[in-house]
């Protein structure tokens, strides 16, 4: 299925290793969790990028320590109204500081697209392969957002604040939308 | 009441444009139904047995007499002249077309409403009491914390997709009119021993196939901390609720498997990380809300004034309608006005356009343009001068609404039942308009006293039978529709669920069946004041089964 | 009057698709020729499991205009007609059994003054 980063459609880098052969050299893989904590100082030592595919019914706590050595977290919606991935990509995002791919998999529909990135997805392995072409305008069906989630977008209360006392500055926190767009662009792009 | 800025507009503007595409991608068939239904349920629209119905959030139960009129054009062009106001202080309209919706959600647009946290699984129309901001007894309004909470809640990217519905409401006051104790989350708003005001929380609360009562798992939290730790709740319940069946989706169910203590310790540990960050609030952003509550200008005016003690002495109508539909407000000289909309054989919470018009121009002439829905489905008028008391009195009579039953055995709460809703068992709505034609004399039901009679059509328990000091249960058998009756439930701050009386009876013989239980309060009572639900808890149910099934 | 959601197909006695109406809700009934009609008389009437099984695959395929379907009980009238097999059936092929809106205004009950 199509991958979606930053708005184009572009190739998996990534081999899935399902069974437990030895991941091929200079390939970049995910490894299913089972498999990756059994091995992971192992794994690990893959000459290229290694990447995990999460249960959506595991913490993600247990992921924690190896964070800073993987490249990628494939996270996954086994139909689009189970919404355990969406609290599963804030915490990795915002609470373990996870900087890497954040892949949404699974049954990923364009009318999820806006919430996928709030939460902080950067990849969208998309279902149906005509909803690529809705993703620039699925990001633009909202400007006014009520929460701060952790993509950096400010929320309505702080933009309101921020009318009506301090002149807005440039910066992250007082961005205006089209600047949001260009930041959420900016962090995503490795 | 609560002053849309450009924000709001913006957001329900883009709500409205989203709906109309994802309308559009299904009539051409690019969306399956299923892939259609939970974008639909997110703006409110269900489908029942005989056409499509629209569900429109009112926050916190306020609305302005802009929107009632817009409601009441909604109804004219859109549906058959008449809504329904429920149990959540929302209002339905049962005839809406799929083609028309995009259409009506635009009207309903332009005056602030929609049908957002109406339906789906996400966190739903957070309630208060009706008379939350003028009622004598609250500490304060609760309605600035349910609109923060509304905010922080609608369209939230975590929290859209949850096992099931999610329902929160908040109370102010010593007497709980919010019914806090059966909602997946009760706040309750007190002050401390050290004069210091915050919420109780309780979760786990809930009515249908398991109904709970909440379980506080936290006796004071700081206003400061409301956000993240309802966000805390939510993200525990995200993650770890059961999916796999619809029965047991439910934080209610949750919390019972864990045990509230277990569940209070994942709450705070996942609390703990969030306390002090970017959902701690500001009270410049409370502030900002707070300020954003228009109150009227009161005029200095004094209690009790002559016209209303003359027209009291000189008809007895008029006085018997203030005693029942007249309560006391925080401001001196005015008066809440509770507009019952349960009328001598009516659907309980039913209103024509025409009433509704209505009774917009009379907010306008009395109320300030403000009108208030109670999760009793009665409307009220929150600012009224006593002085005006009278005029309104007959203005409302000549619309229908000035039946001096609040509170007592015929202001019943009703669902919809199987006269229109597709999970129904049986029906409601004439059950409820028997027992109004049996206990139509208001001498008698003015004796009866305070006395709630709550009626679900299945066991999801819309009507909130649970929770009533009579509660009727449709359920089926053999083809048949059947009634279980309950008795002592309350949904107040000393909730409880009701006890089953006997075995079902069959809908010819409910209204029999309740007015021999109201004969046997009677003749049980110790005082003539002791009310229905004192005699029920004092005596137990033996003595009413003995006198019902005795004879059947 | 069990919610058909929950229906297992068990066919006993004659029946008929049901759904309702994408653009409007209306309730409708699978005919023959494999429209939809508002008119139960115009229904196809099936006795057996597996005519009801086709007869539904036919209506579940064609989710353009009709969404819901199942299979729903009738009767068969003195006049050889299908009549709604059960009350749910009933109210949702005439209507609710209660009057639409609040009743008109009654006259005020004067108690006495």
Not at chain 1, 34 to 43: P, S, V
Request: glycine letters at 8%.
């Amino acid at each position: 299925m199509p991958l979606i980063k930053n708005g184009r459609v572009v190739a998996d880098r990534y081999v899935h290793v399902l069974d437990d052969a030895p991941p091929p050299d200079g390939i970049p893989v995910i490894i299913p969790a089972a498999r990756f904590l059994a091995d992971a100082a192992e794994i690990l030592h893959h000459d290229a990028s290694v990447g995990v595919a999460w249960p959506n019914d595991r913490r993600v706590a247990e992921l924690a320590p190896y964070l800073d050595r993987l490249a990628l977290v494939a996270l996954v919606f086994p139909t689009f109204k189970d919404g355990r991935a969406y609290s599963q990509a804030r915490l990795l995002r915002e609470r373990y500081g996870f900087r890497g791919e954040l892949r949404a998999t699974g049954q990923i529909l364009r009318d999820q697209f806006m919430f996928l990135v709030r939460a902080g997805f950067d990849v969208l392995d998309v279902a149906k392969p005509g909803d690529v072409d809705a993703f620039p305008s699925a990001l633009k069906r909202y400007t006014v957002f009520y929460q701060a989630a952790g993509e950096g977008r400010t929320s309505a209360a702080r933009l309101r604040l921020a009318r009506s006392s301090v002149p807005i500055t440039r910066g992250p926190e007082f961005a205006t939308s089209s600047e949001l767009g260009a930041s959420l662009a900016g962090r995503v792009s490795r | 009441m609560y002053i849309y800025d450009e924000f709001d507009r913006t957001l329900v503007a883009e709500r409205v444009a989203e709906f109309r595409d994802q309308v559009g991608r299904r009539i051409s068939g690019e969306l399956t139904e299923d892939e259609f239904k939970p974008l639909r349920l997110m703006n409110g629209v269900y489908l029942q047995l005989h056409a499509y119905m629209l569900r429109i959030a009112i926050p916190y139960g306020t609305l302005s007499s802009r929107q009632l009129r817009m409601l009441a054009h909604v109804g004219r062009r859109y549906d058959r002249n008449y809504g329904h106001f429920t149990t959540r202080q929302n209002i339905q309209f049962n005839w809406i077309k799929l083609e028309d919706l995009p259409d009506a959600m635009a009207d309903l647009a332009s005056a602030g409403l929609h049908g957002m946290q109406t339906s789906g699984n996400c966190v739903r129309n957070i309630t208060t009491d009706q008379w939350s901001g003028v009622a004598p007894d609250e500490i304060e309004d609760a309605r600035i914390w349910a609109e923060l909470l509304r905010q922080h809640t609608t369209l939230h990217p975590e929290f859209s997709f949850l096992p099931r519905k999610f329902k929160i409401a908040v109370t102010a006051a010593a007497q709980d009119r919010a019914a806090v104790k059966v909602h997946d989350i009760g706040l309750r708003l007190h002050r401390n021993g050290a004069g210091e005001t915050g919420f109780e929380v309780l979760v786990g609360g809930g009515l249908g196939r398991t109904p709970f009562i909440a379980k506080s798992i936290r006796p004071f939290l700081p206003k400061r901390d409301v956000l993240s730790y309802v966000e805390a709740i939510l993200r525990v319940y995200n993650q770890f609720a059961r999916r796999d069946n619809l029965y047991k989706s439910r934080i209610k169910i949750l919390v019972h498997d864990l045990g509230a203590e277990a569940f209070a310790r994942e709450v705070e540990a996942e609390w703990q990380h969030i306390k002090d960050g970017p959902l701690a609030l500001d009270p410049a952003v409370v502030a900002e809300i707070a300020a954003r509550f228009r109150y009227p200008e009161y005029a200095r005016l004094d209690d009790d004034p002559p016209e209303l003690t003359q027209l009291r002495k000189a008809d007895r109508r008029f006085d018997a309608w203030l005693c029942n539909a007249v309560t006391n407000h925080k401001v001196p000289g005015y008066a809440i006005v509770t507009l019952s909309l349960k009328p001598e054989g009516g659907a309980p919470g039913d209103a024509t356009s025409d009433q509704m018009d209505a009774i917009a121009d009379l907010a306008d002439r009395y109320s300030f343009g403000e009108i208030r829905v109670g999760h009793d489905q009665n409307l009220a008028f929150p600012h009224v001068a006593q002085r005006d008391l009278p005029e309104l009195w007959r203005a409302l009579d000549a619309v229908g609404v000035a039946t001096p039953n609040v509170g007592l055995v015929s202001d019943i709460i009703a669902c919809p039942g199987l006269d229109y809703c597709s999970l129904a068992n049986a029906r409601a709505i004439p059950v409820a308009q028997e027992l109004t034609r049996r206990f139509r004399d208001l001498d008698l039901a003015r004796d009866l006293g305070r006395l709630h009679i709550n009626i679900s059509g299945c066991i999801n328990a819309c009507g909130h039978h649970h929770v009533g000091h009579i509660g009727i249960l449709g359920v089926e058998k053999n083809g048949e529709e059947f009634y279980q009756i309950t008795l002592a439930g309350r949904a107040d701050e000393r909730a409880e669920l009701g006890t089953l009386l006997g075995p079902a009876v069959p809908y010819a013989k409910v209204a029999d069946v309740v007015e021999e239980v109201v004969a046997a309060y009677v003749e049980l009572r110790e005082r003539p004041n002791e009310t229905f639900i004192e005699t029920v808890k004092r005596l137990g149910v033996e003595p009413f089964k003995e006198r019902v099934y005795a004879t059947h | 009057m069990t919610s058909p959601l929950e229906q297992k197909l068990k066919v006993t006695g004659p029946v008929v698709i049901t759904a309702n109406r994408l653009g409007d809700g209306a309730v409708v009934y699978r005919t023959r020729d494999g429209n939809w009609s508002t008119r139960l008389d115009d229904a196809a009437v099936v006795s057996t499991a597996p005519a009801a099984r086709e007869l539904l695959a036919g209506a579940v395929a064609d989710g353009l205009s009709a969404v819901g379907a199942y299979v729903a009980p009738v009767q068969i009238g003195p006049d050889g007609r299908p009549e709604p097999g059960n009350l749910r059936e009933r109210i949702r092929c005439t209507g609710p059994t209660v009057r639409c809106g609040a009743p008109a205004v009654a006259p005020a009950i004067t108690i006495g003054l």
